[in-house]
């Protein structure tokens, strides 16, 4: 039989974060083929020999750990892992087209159950146009893991990585940040509550908003669709998944810049707001904007030839600047001291 | 708090067989983007505009259902993984190109032994000329998942579904089937004997060909080739992920046609013959072939006129024909006796 214990030299998962460890995991792989435009390290491959792209991307999650079954409609499930991959979609300025759906699934879940989840797929896929052209279903002892690919496309001059933004670009980001993980933070309260006394009914009234966005998130097509009328090509671009920090040291990462956001600019829901006043007297909102990530709205910078096109749009905030290589990415807070951001996404449990 | 058990009207996922149950779930998802030229329902989806199709496919093998870690070198693992997704791409007469990988894992995993899966990925993956292009890691509160995703191409006149079979066809199988699931029966006999004594040094010298047959099973790359090669577009093609007997009953069912294979056609490597007769005086080697699943051989049909051309292939079998729409899908034995074939694949356990 074979030995699988690596006692000796064990290093933990734990020690990775989850980006230095695809790092290691995928060190020493080349492409060599002519349609790999773009392999691993953006939101998705890049593919293709002519002037049209194929964009692929695929997304995991796992019960228990992205998502919890005592607060999680399995309608909003199904909707939620299509969301997330197609703004991965989104993040390349690219259009989704097709979807992969994998199920592996535990006989707890009865066929009405996943036809529930499947529903969910069907709202998302009808919503965006995107179709459905496969998938695989297996069983698993325990629990429910969702992984899914989607294929898009997007014109070879169009095409926005992380690697592009440039010295004095500005960062603009659409909709708001930190409701998604407020939303948690309500789902999570309740929960508690209800496991001490399940005759307690949760009273989510009044939280919608922040339900919502952690619940069923939308990609940000219409950010697209915004910028192809507005004619702006954004230098780079990214979701927001694992909090604003996150993803602007990615973008600094693979541009070699610095930036500065300015906290005052951060576009902030008062319910989010509401949430963190309500869990305790140090949260703060800003903290859930930076850290709180499952946002997936859309984080990019443009040039500043550009600014005017899109200075009145409601949907798109400037939050700051792109500085010099070698500069640190910061926020300025409204006293003008500045933070220096780090990235607090995800760590393996 | 969502009420997440289904108690009324309550329907097993076991009482469905994994084709009835992806049937019920895709029922009623319609494609409407123009680049989709095959949605769910073969060995891959079929994407694109021009005369050059993409192919893209996806895979997930679950831990304590696809694979058992006791006898899985993870490096093995790694090279399955692919191999299964380079698979589908061959059963519809591609070329792989690129993949991606998704692991959902505990953190019983070290970062070493993620090393050595991720060895195994790289190693199928420069066997093969494929790229890897992207993925995902997560965890998991408890066993690895994996999911790959391989893309490939195909010129539209080449591409081969298994909807094409005509009356009359000739019916190739490749290689040898019935091995990996000797190779299984092996590794699961030695693991009995070395649960009930873990001082015992289970003996696996004899079985090398099933064992690697199983562990490490090869897309026929080299079929989809040598098909091109004597030019030949196949009518229909599979590959023999589920064992013969289910495949066959896909090309008749979406070819609508019956067919009739021989018996003593059916290639059966002599290891297969003699794990049987080591296992039990009842189990026929005939059975692994039908049933046993996992070898990824390529089945397909071939017109008539394309006999000449193939029939000295070494590694290609040609096993029976295509009979008309309407009669059964059988076996005919030595003896002139006709047995139905029946699918005995993927069942919820």
Not at 125 to 146: F, K, N, P, Q
């Amino acid at each position: 039989m074979e030995k699988l214990e690596y006692q000796e030299g064990r290093t933990e998962l734990s020690s990775f974060g989850e980006f230095a460890l695809i790092d290691r995991l995928t060190e020493g792989f080349t492409t060599h083929n002519k349609s790999t435009v773009k392999g691993v390290g953006d939101d998705c491959a890049v593919l293709g020999t002519g002037k049209n792209k194929m964009l692929v991307t695929t997304n995991t999650l796992v019960e228990g750990v992205n998502f919890d079954m005592m607060y999680t409609p399995l309608k909003h499930l199904g909707y939620k892992a299509v969301a997330v991959s197609l703004s991965n979609i989104a993040a390349m300025n690219g259009i989704p087209r097709q979807v992969l759906v994998s199920v592996a699934m535990s006989n707890r879940y009865s066929v009405e159950a996943m036809e529930e989840f499947y529903a969910g797929i069907r709202l998302c896929c009808e919503r965006y146009d995107v179709d459905l052209v496969g998938g695989d279903t297996s069983t698993t002892r325990a629990g429910l893991t969702i992984t899914v690919t989607a294929v898009g496309e997007v014109d070879e001059d169009k095409i926005t990585y992380r690697s592009g933004a440039k010295l004095h670009d500005l960062i603009c980001v659409s909709g708001d940040l930190g409701s998604a993980y407020s939303g948690l933070l309500v789902l999570e309260r309740e929960k508690v509550t209800y496991q001490a006394n399940p005759n307690f009914q949760p009273d989510l009234g009044g939280y919608d908003y922040v339900l919502e966005r952690f619940l069923k998130p939308e990609p940000r097509m219409d950010i697209v669709k915004l910028l192809k009328e507005k004619n702006i090509v954004p230098t780079s671009m990214i979701d927001v998944s694992d909090g604003l920090a996150s993803e602007l040291l990615h973008i600094c990462k693979e541009s070699q810049c610095g930036c500065e956001v300015y906290e005052e600019r951060l576009p902030i829901d008062y319910q989010t707001s509401r949430v963190c006043s309500e869990m305790s007297q140090n949260m703060l909102p800003v903290s859930n904007a930076l850290n709180g990530g499952s946002d997936y709205e859309l984080l990019f910078t443009i040039s500043q030839s550009d600014y005017e096109k899109i200075k009145d749009s409601e949907e798109v905030h400037i939050i700051g600047h792109i500085t010099e290589k070698g500069s640190p990415a910061v926020m300025v807070t409204p006293q003008n001291s500045t933070i220096e951001l780090r990235a607090q996404g995800w760590k393996q449990e």
